[in-house]
């Protein structure tokens, strides 16, 4: 049954091609589409673990003229619904590991520099995408962005110049290895640290990175809370490496409260280096991780909410105070969610509430916040929410075979690349093969 039109793109080509989405009876929801020269392709995109129409109200479908020149022109343009809040920019395209799936790919060595824009063309970058997306929290990305030793003068620079929250994407090697660069980075002014971190045994870094790598990233974590940086741990979730380890990582992150801030996952997406085998029949989608984190975790799926200021299939997000005994005691509700539109400030200024490290603070009463959700005062809630309290979220990505022009237009995670400013699954679209 068709329940939305919309447009995608050729996976093969990228040619913009119309699209429909179609509900099976068993709740299933695929896209289909059609190549005029390379034939049909589906996609499934929604698995029915959870009401598809409770969780998208309020999203629009695009009108019969929008999203026709999607998303090769992409530059922002007048169709896009969303301002910026969080603009990526690389600052080089080396790495010191050789993922199975990256976005950014193809990366170089480690060791060859020459191809690292200078300092003074980035910084001028900085400035102009700073007051270009209105002051946007800005992540520092590549490659591996630590292999700059001068990455502490591009944080000072973005603060400088008026980007809300600076963030740093990182594998955490360098942040272990070398304590006095975290201390420059905090002394800097970074407030996030989005740590690529897959799960809690060292099995699952061998197949989606290459190596062990969890004592190392554990060490990472240590060495940012020390210096006062908040961490973020981002798994890409893979079915059958790592999607039963979801429930494990959630009580890791809250052992590690107020040092980790949240959890953002990221289904995996097929853009950029990714196996060969290539792009399986089940793809992992928003609901089933939805299913999978509240079951392993312990928790209803009532607690997630959907993005109101992105496309609401583009991710959720859920808030819970940690409780004596490590307990999570949840503290958002779909139910309490308004299907209005969010803007980007306000998911830039959540963002960084929930995820930059708090100042050290007397815990009121002296019991370090330890009481028990209904027995707490406002004064011990308030302190909880900003030194026990933890954030999970997701994003979506789209590759070429599931990409909805629709969420494209409320995409607020934007890239900075030349002078331009686009969507980030516009930036990292790559056609099959």
């Known amino acids: 049954m068709e329940i939305r039109r919309t447009r995608s793109v050729c996976p093969v080509c990228l040619k913009n091609i119309p699209a429909v989405l179609e509900q099976e009876e068993d709740g299933r929801i695929y896209m289909s589409k059609r190549c005029a020269e390379h034939g049909p392709f589906r996609a499934l995109v929604w698995q029915g673990m959870a009401d598809f129409a409770r969780w998208s109200q309020g999203s629009e479908p695009l009108s019969g003229q929008q999203g026709l020149s999607c998303p090769g022109n992409c530059g922002l343009c ?28 193809p990366a170089c060595s480690a060791a060859d520099s020459s191809s690292d824009l200078p300092y ?13 997306c209105g002051q946007p929290l800005l992540q520092l990305s590549g490659g591996e962005p630590t292999l700059r030793d001068d990455l502490p003068e591009l944080v000072r620079e973005a603060k400088s110049a008026g980007c809300s929250y600076v963030q740093v994407n990182t594998n955490g090697i360098r942040l272990a290895q070398d304590p006095a660069y975290v201390q420059a980075l905090a002394e800097a002014g970074l407030d996030i640290v989005f740590l690529q971190f897959d799960g809690t045994r060292d099995d699952i870094y061998r197949q989606l990175r290459g190596r062990p790598l969890l004592a190392e990233k554990t060490r ?6 020390r210096a006062g940086i908040g961490v973020t741990l981002v798994p890409t979730v893979v079915p059958g490496v790592n999607d039963q380890n979801l429930g494990e990582l959630v009580r890791f992150a809250a052992q590690h409260v107020p040092d980790v801030r949240g959890i953002h996952f990221q289904p995996v997406s097929y853009f950029g280096r990714i196996p060969e085998d290539g792009i399986p029949q089940e793809r992992y989608t928003l609901d089933r991780l939805m299913k999978d984190v509240a079951e392993q975790a312990g928790f209803s799926m009532e607690v997630f909410q959907p993005s109101r200021c992105d496309h609401p299939l583009c991710g959720f997000h859920a808030q819970f105070l940690i409780v004596p005994g490590g307990h999570l005691r949840a503290i958002t509700n779909i139910s309490h969610s308004s299907p209005e539109r969010g803007n980007a400030r306000d998911n830039r200024e959540y963002v960084g509430r929930h995820w930059r490290r708090p100042e050290e603070e007397e815990a009121p009463g002296g019991n370090g916040g330890n009481a028990d959700l209904d027995e707490m005062d406002f004064d011990t809630f308030l302190y909880c929410l900003r030194h026990r309290s933890l954030t999970l979220s997701a994003m979506a990505f789209q590759d070429a075979m599931n990409l909805n022009i629709e969420r494209l237009h409320r995409c607020t995670l934007h890239v900075y690349d030349g002078g331009r400013v686009r969507p980030f699954c516009a930036q990292y679209l790559t056609p099959l093969g």
Do not use: K, P
Request: net charge negative.
């Open 220 to 225: 990472a974590i240590e060495v940012c809370g």
């Open 120 to 132: 003074e063309e980035l910084a001028a970058q900085i400035r102009d995408l700073a007051g270009r």
């Open 78 to 105: 007048g169709e896009h619904e969303s301002g910026s809040c969080c603009v990526l920019l690389e600052v080089t395209d080396r790495c010191n590991l050789h993922c199975r799936y990256c976005f950014a790919d």
